[in-house]
C-alpha cells in the first residue's frame, strides 16, 4: 500500500493504444498511478479520450504482467535475469540453425509492436540482422491488402490517403467503425464530433456496412452491404462515372496513368450487374456515383472491413480509383497525405519500395509472400507438415495468432510441435503459452513514447514525446531485440555487441537523410530508440539537419509537454513510382477482376459472419483489464430479429455457429442493426485455453471467432486472411443433436 502522506505528481503524456493519440494526465504517487483523465490542453486530442485510455494504471500493476523473463524448464516456468534468458535463446537456436540453416526459423510480427517505444523502431534492423524469410505478422490479417494497392499505385506501401474530414463536403465510410476504434489508419481526435460537424455545416456521411454501426447510427445514412460485395460496389460507380462522362482528374491531370484501362476493365460492371451481388438497387449505386461527382469535395475511406474479405485487394485500390476520378485525392476535402516532423518509415521502411511484389512462396501450398509477408493462415501448415524446410523455430513479437490468425484450432495443435519458440511479449497468454522464452516489455508507463504508426495518418504535422513514467528495470528492449537477431544470424553469444549493431542500423538511417554519419555519431553518442526519435527529427522537413539550418529538435518537443503542431498536411500527392506518376491500373490488380465476376455468378449463403471491435476491448490483450472487462457480455452475436425469430432464438440464447467441422457456442444479441443474414462476432476473444496466465480475461472468455474463419480463405492476389463474409449455419443451442456435434462442442472447452 502506498504512503498517502507522498505526494502527488502529475505527468502529461499520450496514450499509446491506438492512433488516436489521445493526450492524458496521469497523477501518481509513491509508484502508483492515482487516476487518469483527459488533458484538455492537448494540442492533438483536445481533451477527448475513450475508456481504453483511462486503464493504463490498470495495465501497468496488472499482476499477471511479466516483470522478468521467463523460461520453460520440464513444463515448468522459471523467472530468470535477462542474461540466463538470452543464453537460453543461444542454446534453443545453435544447434537448429547448424543442422538446418535459417530457413526453417519464422517469425510472426504483431501490431502490439507499435506500442513500445523500442520495438516499432528496431523490428526492420531486427529482420535485416536476422536473415530470417519466412515472416508472418497480423497485417496480413488487417490492411495488407491496401499496403499492396499503394506500392503499386503510389510506390510506397505505406503512402495511404485518409479523409480530410473536417473540410469535406460529402464522406462514403467502408468497412470503418471509429466509434469503436477511434480512427484507423486515420488519426483524428474526435471522428464522431467530426461527423457532427460536418452534418451541421450542411454536409453528410454515408457508411456502407453489413452492419449498422454506431459509426453509421450517428452518419444517418446506411447502406446495408453484402459482406465482399465492396469491390464490385465501387466498380459500378466507376462505371457510372465513365458512362456519364464524370472523370475530372483536376490537379492530377498529367500525372496519371491507366484511365483508360480503367474505364475498359469496368464497362460490365454496370450498376444494374453489381446490384443482385451487393444488394443494393442499382440506382441506389448511380445516385451515389453522382453524388460523389458533384460534390464540390467528397472523401472515401476505407478501412478494416474492405481489406478482410475475398476481394480485398481489389475494394482497397478501387477506393483510390473513385477519389482519383473525381479529383478528390490529394485535394483539400477529399483523400490526403500527411506532412509528418519525424518520418520514421522513411529511415527504415519495413519492406523497400525497390523490393520485388513477390519474393518467394510457402513451401506447403505455395502461396506467394506479398511484400515480405507470408499469409498468416499459412504458419499452422508449415509448422506441423513433414518434409524438408518445415518450419522448426519461431519468434512472435508482440502477437498472439492463437487467438487473432484465422485456422486457429489448428495451430494451437502445432506450436508444441516446434523445437523451439521464443517470444517477446508481456503476458502468458494463449499463444505463449507455449513458448520456451518469453521476453517481457516494459509498461507502457516505463517506456517513452512518440508515435509511429499515427502520425503517418494525421493530416496535422507536429508531435508529442512522453518520457518514461516509472523506472524499467530490465533491459533495454533494443538490446534483447538486437541480440536474439544476433544469435539468427549465427553470431555467437559471447561476441555480440549490441552498441556496434546499434551504431551500424544509426548510421545507415543518417545516410538515407544525406547526413554524414561520421558527423552527427559524435553529436549523438548515447544509444537506443530516444536517439533515432532525434533524428528522424532532426533530419526531417522541420528538423534542424544538426546545426546545417534553423528548425526543430527532440528538445523543442520536451519543452511542450501537451504536444506541438507545426503545420498541416499539403495538398498533392507523394509518388515514389518509376514513371513519377499514379498507376491507377496495375495489372497485377486486373488480374483479380475474372475472379470477382465468376463470384458474382455463384449462389449467396443463407448466413454471413463478419467480424467486429466493441469499444471497451482491443485485440486479445486488452480484455484483461477489469475496468473494461465490467457490465454485460460484449462477446456476443449479434443477428437481425427476423433471422433469429426464424430459428427460434431468443435475446441471450447460445447459438452454435458453425462453418464445416469448426463450430463455437455464442450468446445472441437480437438488434435491427444488422443486415438480415449476416452476423456478428468480435475478434480476440477465447480465453479459455489452458496454462495461459490472464486472471482476468478468463473470467469472461467469450469464444474465439477464428475457429470458424478458414485458413485457406484468402484475398488471393495480398494473401490477407478473410474473416469478414465467411458463410456460417446457425442452429440454438439447446436442440437435441447427434454425438459428433457433441463432440464439437465439448472439444472447445
Not at 103 to 126: C, E, H, P, T
Not at 142 to 157: R, S, V, W
Request: glycine content about 10%.
Amino acid at each position: 500500500m502506498s504512503d498517502t502522506g507522498a505526494t502527488e505528481h502529475l505527468q502529461l503524456r499520450t496514450c499509446p493504444l491506438c492512433e488516436g493519440m489521445c493526450g492524458i494526465e496521469v497523477r501518481h504517487r509513491d509508484g502508483e498511478v492515482i487516476s487518469i483523465r483527459p488533458d484538455r490542453n492537448n494540442v492533438i486530442s483536445r481533451g477527448h479520450i475513450c475508456p481504453k485510455g483511462t486503464t493504463l494504471g490498470e495495465l501497468h500493476h496488472s499482476p499477471d504482467r511479466l516483470r522478468g523473463p521467463l523460461i520453460k524448464e520440464n513444463g515448468a516456468w522459471r523467472e530468470v535475469d535477462w542474461e540466463t534468458a538470452l543464453r537460453r535463446c543461444a542454446e534453443l537456436i545453435q544447434p537448429i540453425r547448424e543442422q538446418y540453416g535459417n530457413g526453417v526459423i519464422a517469425a510472426y510480427a504483431g501490431n502490439m509492436i507499435a506500442k513500445s517505444f523500442d520495438l516499432v523502431r528496431y523490428v526492420g534492423n531486427f529482420f535485416g540482422l536476422a536473415g530470417i524469410r519466412q515472416i508472418y505478422g497480423s497485417s496480413t490479417v488487417d490492411q495488407h491488402p491496401k499496403n499492396l494497392t499503394c506500392m503499386l499505385m503510389y510506390g510506397d506501401m505505406w503512402h495511404i490517403a485518409i479523409p480530410d474530414i473536417d473540410r469535406t463536403d460529402l464522406i462514403v465510410m467502408m468497412g470503418g467503425n471509429p466509434s469503436a476504434s477511434k480512427g484507423s489508419i486515420f488519426s483524428h481526435q474526435d471522428v464522431m464530433g467530426a461527423i457532427r460537424s460536418l452534418r451541421e455545416r450542411g454536409g453528410r456521411a454515408v457508411v456502407i456496412d453489413p452492419v449498422e454501426t454506431g459509426t453509421a447510427q450517428r452518419a444517418g445514412e446506411w447502406l446495408p452491404i453484402v459482406p465482399g460485395a465492396d469491390a464490385a460496389l465501387l466498380l459500378a460507380i466507376v462505371h457510372v462515372l465513365f458512362e456519364e462522362g464524370r472523370v475530372k482528374l483536376g490537379d492530377l491531370d498529367g500525372k496519371v496513368n491507366g484511365v483508360d484501362a480503367v474505364r475498359e476493365a469496368s464497362k460490365d460492371f454496370t450498376p444494374e450487374a453489381a446490384a443482385a451481388f451487393c444488394d443494393i438497387p442499382a440506382e441506389t449505386i448511380r445516385t451515389l456515383a453522382r453524388e460523389i461527382s458533384d460534390a464540390p469535395s467528397a472523401a472515401i475511406y476505407g478501412r478494416i472491413g474492405t481489406c478482410t474479405q475475398r476481394f480485398g485487394t481489389l475494394a482497397s485500390w478501387l477506393t483510390d480509383v473513385v477519389a482519383i476520378l473525381t479529383g478528390n485525392m490529394g485535394s483539400p476535402g477529399g483523400m490526403m497525405f500527411s506532412t509528418q516532423v519525424a518520418s520514421h518509415l522513411d529511415l527504415a521502411p519495413p519492406y523497400p519500395s525497390d523490393a520485388p511484389l513477390i519474393s518467394h512462396h510457402s513451401r506447403v501450398s505455395g502461396k506467394p509472400a506479398v511484400l515480405g509477408l507470408l499469409p498468416s493462415g499459412t504458419l499452422a501448415e508449415e509448422i506441423d507438415t513433414p518434409g524438408e524446410g518445415k518450419i522448426r523455430g519461431l519468434i512472435t513479437i508482440g502477437a498472439n495468432p492463437v487467438l487473432s490468425a484465422p485456422g486457429a484450432d489448428r495451430l494451437e495443435k502445432a506450436l508444441p510441435q516446434l523445437d523451439f519458440f521464443i517470444a517477446f511479449d508481456s503476458y502468458v497468454n494463449e499463444s505463449t503459452v507455449h513458448a520456451d522464452v518469453i521476453l517481457p516489455s516494459p509498461s507502457p508507463l516505463e517506456q517513452a513514447h512518440w508515435d509511429v504508426w499515427a502520425w503517418p495518418w494525421c493530416l496535422s504535422s507536429g508531435g508529442h514525446y512522453s518520457p518514461p513514467l516509472f523506472p524499467h528495470e530490465g533491459m533495454e528492449e533494443w538490446r534483447a531485440v538486437l541480440t536474439v537477431a544476433a544469435l539468427l544470424s549465427g553470431q555467437p553469444f559471447q561476441a555480440i555487441d549490441t552498441n556496434a549493431m546499434d551504431d551500424n542500423y544509426f548510421a545507415s538511417m543518417c545516410t538515407v537523410l544525406g547526413l554524414d554519419p561520421a558527423k552527427i555519431l559524435p553529436l549523438a553518442p548515447k544509444h537506443g530508440a530516444e536517439r533515432i526519435l532525434e533524428l528522424a527529427i532532426r533530419g526531417g522537413r522541420y528538423g534542424d539537419r544538426y546545426g546545417e539550418r534553423e528548425g526543430l529538435t527532440l528538445d523543442d518537443f520536451k519543452a511542450h509537454p501537451h504536444g506541438m503542431l507545426v503545420g498541416k498536411a499539403e495538398p498533392g500527392v507523394p509518388l515514389r513510382t518509376k514513371s513519377g506518376k499514379i498507376e491507377l491500373a496495375p495489372q497485377y490488380v486486373l488480374d483479380d477482376l475474372p475472379r470477382l465476376r465468376s463470384a458474382m455468378t455463384e449462389k449467396r449463403a443463407d448466413t454471413y459472419l463478419v467480424s467486429r471491435r466493441t469499444l471497451r476491448s482491443m485485440n486479445s490483450w486488452m480484455n484483461n483489464v477489469h475496468t473494461l472487462s465490467k457490465g454485460p457480455e460484449r462477446c456476443t452475436l449479434l443477428i437481425h430479429p427476423e433471422d433469429a425469430a426464424g430459428l427460434g432464438i431468443g435475446e441471450n440464447d447460445s447459438v452454435e455457429v458453425q462453418n464445416g467441422e469448426n463450430m463455437i457456442v455464442v450468446p445472441a444479441e437480437i438488434t435491427p442493426h444488422i443486415k438480415r443474414g449476416i452476423v456478428s462476432i468480435p475478434h480476440g476473444w477465447g480465453h479459455d485455453r489452458p496454462g495461459s496466465r490472464l486472471s482476468i480475461a478468463e473470467k469472461k472468455p467469450g469464444v474465439n471467432a477464428n475457429r470458424l474463419n478458414p485458413a485457406e480463405l484468402l484475398d488471393v492476389p495480398s494473401g490477407n486472411a478473410v474473416v469478414n463474409g465467411v458463410p456460417v449455419t446457425l442452429r440454438k443451442h439447446d436442440l437435441p443433436g447427434a454425438p459428433a456435434r457433441e463432440a464439437a462442442l465439448e472439444s472447445q472447452v
